[in-house]
């Protein structure tokens, strides 16, 4: 039995019926959105008649405004530090996918403003500091500081959370 057939290399049309169903069904960036395009070129080849330009695709996504990079930061950070992700995390998520400095302004503030809520989820979901059944050797005290950097908080904050009591109230400073 034969395999399956290789799909038809892409063309205008095709490339561009792609990049709909993608933003269609995920939140993206146009950093995000270029990998992809070019990915599926590199898989599938070009059999357009001018040369591809996933560029110029996404850049016509962000006119008809399909594409949000500001809209997709704030969206985004918010989503990892609700999961516990500390700034520097957030940051890296966000550059990874392309998104300008210009366009992280609002979710920097946002990432600013709920530091402390995040290192709180990170806490409670990791069972450390107030929330652990009790005090931590040294060697766990070690690794939980080192799973809060991991997660992108700051050395300062991982202490505070690591070394309060089980059951200690935590307030921001």
Do not use: C
């Not at 008809?64 to 809209?71: E, P």
């Amino acid at each position: 039995m034969a395999g399956k057939r290789p799909p038809p290399p892409l063309d205008e049309a095709a490339l561009r019926d792609l990049a709909l169903r993608h933003v269609a069904r995920f939140a993206t960036s146009r950093g995000k959105l270029i990998a992809y395009l070019n990915r599926k070129l590199r898989e599938r080849g070009w059999g357009g008649e001018d040369s591809a330009d996933p560029e110029a695709l996404a850049d016509r996504f962000v006119d008809l405004r399909y594409i949000d990079d500001a809209g997709y930061a704030v969206m985004k950070s918010a989503s990892l530090a609700r999961r516990g992700y500390g700034a520097r995390r957030i940051e890296e998520d966000l550059r990874a996918a392309g998104i300008s400095e210009n366009d992280r302004e609002q979710a920097d503030a946002q990432i600013a403003s709920e530091r402390w809520m995040a290192a709180d989820r990170f806490a409670r979901r990791k069972r450390v500091g107030p929330y652990a059944t009790g005090p931590l050797d040294p060697k766990q005290r070690e690794r939980a500081i080192a799973a809060f950097l991991r997660a992108g908080h700051d050395y300062a904050i991982a202490r505070k959370w690591v070394d309060a009591a089980p059951g200690e109230d935590m307030t921001e400073e």
